[in-house]
């Protein structure tokens, strides 16, 4: 009677492929997600007490960003001509995201506005305050050593809604160095630089704000 070859049975292959089937899919599905995501800290308002010295609402839509800095991978600058785009070290969200959140949540806190909206409702607002970044990166060098520093490009302007008449506008240009060469101390030295420029915006138009009435005249032209 002729033997049958044990290796050939079913049962063996079906544990001899197994093993090597799990094997493989192993090698493609357990690679360590390494990527770091980050966002800026918040900051406290510059005026404690109620203002409501602008009438009406104030629309915060989102930043408008550079080429450059549009983009959620942090941007690390080697040199004036070099930069690189981390693919490790995030962003939560893209800068002027970030940077127009902190905006709106700086204007509530201050409470110069009736109130304070991203996207337009049923009515309309009687302000606009829009921006845009052009710098929002760490500077490391060409081969990261050393300490780092960062950079902020940023200008924001306050329109009349309807008119769209220029009230008030600023521009910054700001360098901080981080504590360490880190991508979470970086993160917090731009941070600083924000929350720096959202105390100036706060300054400066609770100072340049008309009383109710007469911003109710104004926006009424």
Not at 150 to 176: C, E, H, I, P
Request: aromatic share 6%.
């Amino acid at each position: 009677m002729r033997r049958r070859d044990p290796m050939k049975r079913p049962g063996i292959l079906l544990l001899v492929v197994l093993p090597l089937t799990l094997s493989l899919t192993g090698c493609f599905t357990a690679r360590k997600d390494n990527r770091r995501y980050y966002t800026l800290p918040t900051a406290a308002a510059v005026n404690r007490k109620p203002v409501l010295a602008w009438a009406g609402a104030v629309q915060v839509p989102v930043f408008q960003a550079s080429a450059v800095h549009d983009r959620v991978g942090m941007v690390l600058r080697r040199s004036d001509v070099e930069l690189k785009y981390s693919a490790r070290d995030l962003w939560a969200s893209r800068p002027q995201h970030l940077i127009s959140s902190a905006a709106m949540g700086a204007l509530i806190q201050a409470r110069l506005f009736d109130g304070v909206v991203r996207d337009l409702g049923t009515r309309s607002p009687k302000w606009v305050l829009r921006g845009r970044v052009t710098a929002f990166e760490v500077i490391t060098g060409a081969h990261g050593e050393g300490p780092w520093r960062v950079r902020l490009a940023l200008q924001m302007t306050l329109r009349d809604f309807r008119t769209s008449a220029v009230l008030w506008q600023r521009s910054w240009r700001k360098t901080g160095a981080a504590r360490s060469a880190t991508p979470a101390a970086a993160a917090r030295a731009l941070g600083k630089l924000v929350n720096g420029a959202l105390a100036d915006m706060q300054r400066d138009l609770a100072r340049i704000a008309p009383s109710s009435a007469s911003a109710t005249k104004k926006a009424g032209k």
